[in-house]
């Protein structure tokens, strides 16, 4: 009963910028986490951000100081700014969204994934 969006992907070059978004949709009561993760083709999905209902984030080390992450709750969507990317940043991106639906039911939704792809 949740969908969730991407779009911002693309191909860029190393040292420029993207934006990505995810806007969930539902019978959502409350959004509590809302993150982004990659993976590449053969390894294990990796976090890249999280952002708490309150605003508190999170960051993979390789990320910090390059990318922001950031949430309008009122439109249920989450944000990650990409900047100074890299060719290492290449990969398939997903949105993670957890919260509550109506009336009373905890769930866990991913989107379908946007690919970013950093030419050296």
């Known amino acids: 009963q949740v969908q969730l969006v991407e779009s911002g992907g693309g191909l860029v070059q190393a040292g420029g910028s993207l934006r990505l978004s995810c806007a969930a949709s539902?019978?959502?009561?409350?959004?509590?986490?809302m993150g982004w993760y990659r993976q590449a083709p053969g390894k294990q999905r990796e976090l890249v951000a999280t952002?708490?209902?309150?605003?508190?984030?999170n960051y993979a080390d390789s990320v910090k100081g390059r990318f922001a992450i950031s949430r309008d709750n009122a439109k249920n969507t989450v944000y990650l700014q990409m900047n100074s990317l890299k060719p290492e940043d290449t990969d398939v991106y997903y949105c993670?969204?957890?919260?509550?639906?109506?009336?009373?039911?905890?769930?866990?939704?991913w989107g379908q994934g946007t690919q970013v792809t950093v030419s050296s």
């Open positions: 539902g019978s959502i009561f409350s959004i509590n986490a």
């Open positions: 993670n969204v957890q919260g509550r639906l109506w009336p009373n039911r905890d769930f866990v939704s």
């Open positions: 952002i708490t209902s309150s605003g508190s984030t």
